[in-house]
Nanobody, 126 residues
Framework: QVQLVESGGGLVQPGGSLRLSCAAS????????MGWYRQAPGKQRELVAD????????????YVDSVKGRFTISRDNANKNTVYLQMNSLKPEDTAVYYC???????????????WGQGTQVTVSS
């Protein structure tokens, strides 16, 4: 099992910044992808950004088009099982519950687990 603990959500004005953190513990495989999804009221959950550690895709990041150039995902240098989402130039449409996600892999592409945090609210409003 993998446990994910999120922090950093809150209320911010348009144009402001927030940083989300997610710390993973438990059985994290050498090859894993950690990232953030979000779900706004009445909408489906969507991938915001993710980053892979280990294997042939190590360091690879993905972003949804709407956050490219504004959000940056990264891993802690000392503890690779902690990821951050730096969110700049926030817009009202970024308002959602943000969920940390972790996936374990073997042989680079065979997924062996999919885990979720409890979610943290991000509200962008004046």
């Amino acid at each position: 099992q993998v446990q994910l603990v999120e922090s950093g959500g809150g209320l911010v004005q348009p144009g402001g910044s927030l940083r989300l953190s997610c710390a993973a513990s438990g059985r994290i495989f050498r090859i894993n992808t950690m990232g953030w999804y979000r779900q706004a009221p009445g909408k489906q959950r969507e991938l915001v950004a993710d980053i892979t550690s280990g294997g042939t895709r190590s360091g690879l990041t993905n972003y949804v088009d709407s956050v490219k150039g504004r959000f940056t995902i990264s891993r802690d240098n000392a503890n690779k099982n902690t990821v951050y989402l730096q969110m700049n130039s926030l817009k009202p449409e970024d308002t959602a519950v943000y969920y940390c996600n972790a996936k374990n892999y073997i042989d680079n592409y065979v997924r062996m687990g999919n885990y979720w945090g409890q979610g943290t609210q991000v509200t962008v409003s004046s």
